[in-house]
């Protein structure tokens, strides 16, 4: 079943296209990632389907048309916008408590088993935790939460690298499992790269590339070439190189990996580096259709 | 580190089918509105603060003047109603602390969550804007109304017990103290005093909270504003005060309707010997066009909550 639909959806604000009509689908028990520059139209595409801004086309979420049907919706749903939107003044009690109060699937028991194994205290305002705690408070009172759907925006936006590796290994050790789905969008690509079953690069409100994790594995190879073979390397067909050590580093996409194994050390490109050559392309393509 | 956390899950992740797939029941208006008196402290503090200032004015007063002690407390035979304004001008104090204190919470009550961007969190779960907007509505026409109730009588209590006690010490008798304040007179006058007020300024409030969800930002000058510039526009064009007497009528106007227009002249209001007139205050067609703007205002805020995104 899908979890998310999404067909022509559209959105701009006053002049600015924000989303310029696009389609995709997410199955359910995915963990997609929305990677793509600022401005692309990512946290628009993720407030469509929280059901927290209008929009244009059509979009069914868990079967419900976001908008209209937000108060049911956000039952099945849940979200973690960044760090930052707890509000200050809230004691962790009544985090608790609120939670507790409004919302039908939430296990306070799981909750306090979380917060327990950190060192947040019951008692404390928001606003003297720190944010690495804050991020764990966040996580300990969403993933306590039995939704269907798991929004996250930026969710570990300032955290230093070990919250931000503790947070999606918890989340994908304790709350994850295939019938549950996670959308995620963030800048630091390479730490989700194993986490992701699909991949979606946005620009400009427009899907640049859309793929599951294998296909991108398979589709996508970079070979460090031995200088004696860069020409040969170059005849295939390259869509990106870059210097490493004065190395060149060639990306190919859908290339026979056997005949690349010839030229060099062969293995699968980071997410980052496929952003950077597809966004190199999309750049130099509408250049040349500008010209 | 990860290993042992991990162990310590198991348990937990195993237990989960098992958990009742019957969803708990939820209560969101009560918890709303616990979150407004968790966000809002002043709401109970401000007329406990004005409690408490009003007894420790009267305490400080017996202490440094007591012989003016009985002419305050007891009956003058020069003024019959002397007794009874200290308890009617710190019951008008309270009232006036919890108009303030109303506005206040009104003009920041759908701004401050856009400006905090906490309005993300509170969305993400599963209470309506409805039940939001009525419940924050609920605080400066229920909450505050009841509260600053509670304040008032306790506030009268510790004085009258003080009072009286000042009064034996210094050999007077207390029973004209109580005979000339009637208490129970007293409170009930209040009572219909806070009803009558709070429905006479229902509008206000709605329209304050419809500004705050609606202003990006300084909610008070957008709510204030656009009325100085109407009356000074009438002033300069027409020389009339049309504008200043309906706003003059909104804040005030519940009094002479729901104790009788002799009242109006007098200085201290509230006085136990005025008669009620609700016959008079529900007649009045200010009160219903009053209560219908109140509610088309804060239909208006749920939609401004609904169409607003943070700040």
Redesign the interface.
Same mark, same amino acid.
């Given at each position: 079943m899908a979890c998310i639909e999404a067909r022509g959806l559209r959105k701009s604000f006053g002049g600015t296209v924000a989303l310029d009509g696009i389609d995709f689908r997410v199955e359910e028990g995915r963990i997609l990632g929305i990677i793509g520059p600022n401005g692309a139209g990512k946290t628009t595409a993720l407030n469509a389907i &929280?059901g &927290? !801004?209008r929009y244009d086309g059509e979009l069914r979420v868990l079967g419900h048309e976001p908008w209209s049907q937000r /108060?049911r919706l *956000? #039952?099945d *749903?849940? $979200?973690? +916008?960044d760090v +930052?939107? &707890?509000? #200050?003044?809230? #004691?962790v009690s009544?985090a608790l /408590?609120?939670?507790g109060?409004?919302?039908?699937? $939430? /296990?306070r028991a799981?909750a306090e088993?979380f917060l327990a #194994?950190t060192t947040i205290d019951r008692g404390s305002r928001v606003r003297d935790l720190s944010k690495g705690m804050l991020a764990q408070l966040h996580l300990a009172l969403v993933m306590a939460i =039995?939704a269907r759907l798991l929004v996250l925006d930026e969710p570990t936006l300032g955290l230093d690298i070990l919250y931000r590796k503790q947070f999606y =290994? !918890?989340l994908l050790? /304790?709350y994850f499992d295939r019938s549950r789905t996670i959308v995620v969008t963030t800048h630091q690509v390479e730490e989700i790269q194993d986490v992701l079953t699909d991949l979606m690069f946005i620009d400009r409100g427009r899907i640049v590339l859309e793929c599951s994790m294998e296909e991108f594995e398979s589709r996508y190879v970079e070979v460090m070439v031995r200088p004696d073979q860069l020409g040969a390397a170059r005849a295939l067909g390259p869509i990106h190189e870059r210097q490493l050590f004065a190395r060149g580093i060639l990306l190919f996409d859908g290339a026979d990996r056997r005949a690349l194994a010839g030229l060099g050390e062969v293995r699968t490109p980071s997410i980052a580096d496929v952003f950077v050559a597809v966004m190199g392309s999309q750049a130099g393509l509408e250049a040349g259709a500008a010209r | 580190m990860n290993a042992p956390a991990n162990a310590v899950l198991q348990p937990a992740v195993d237990a989960r089918p098992a958990a009742p797939a019957e969803p708990r029941p939820i209560r969101p208006f009560y918890w709303s509105l616990r979150r407004e008196l968790w966000e809002n402290r002043s709401i109970y503090l401000a007329p406990l603060g004005v409690a408490a200032f009003a007894v420790l004015a009267l305490v400080i007063h017996a202490i440094t003047m007591p012989s003016h002690m009985p002419g305050m407390l007891a009956n003058d035979p020069a003024d019959p109603q002397s007794a009874s304004v200290t308890y009617r001008v710190a019951a008008l104090l309270m009232l006036v602390t919890a108009f303030v204190v109303a506005a206040f919470y009104c003009l920041e009550g759908l701004s401050s969550e856009r400006r905090d961007r906490s309005i993300l969190f509170w969305r993400s779960l599963p209470v309506s804007d409805l039940t939001t907007v009525l419940a924050k509505a609920c605080v400066p026409l229920v909450v505050l109304p009841v509260v600053t109730f509670a304040a008032i009588v306790a506030m009268h209590l510790a004085l009258l017990l003080l009072s009286t006690v000042a009064l034996l010490l210094n050999g007077h008798a207390a029973g004209p103290l109580w005979r000339e304040l009637q208490p129970f007179r007293m409170w009930l006058a209040m009572l219909y005093s806070l009803i009558a007020l709070t429905l006479w300024h229902a509008p206000i409030h709605g329209f304050l909270l419809l500004v705050s969800g609606w202003a990006r930002r300084t909610a008070a000058l957008w709510a204030v504003l656009p009325l100085l510039a109407l009356g000074l526009l009438e002033k300069l064009t027409m020389d009339t005060t049309h504008v200043g007497a309906w706003v003059r009528d909104r804040l005030i106007g519940w009094y002479p309707r729901a104790f009788g227009a002799p009242a109006l002249g007098e200085r201290v209001p509230f006085n136990p010997a005025t008669g009620l007139t609700p016959e008079r205050f529900l007649a009045s067609p200010g009160l219903w066009i009053g209560l219908v703007l109140a509610a088309v205002f804060v239909a208006g805020a749920v939609r401004m909550r609904r169409l607003r995104e943070p700040i």
């Open positions: &929280l &927290l !801004t /108060d *956000v #039952r *749903v849940c $979200f973690i +916008a +930052a939107v &707890l509000p #200050r003044w809230l #004691r009544q /408590d609120y939670v109060g409004v919302h039908p699937r $939430f /296990d799981r088993e #194994r =039995d =290994d !918890t050790n /304790d | -």
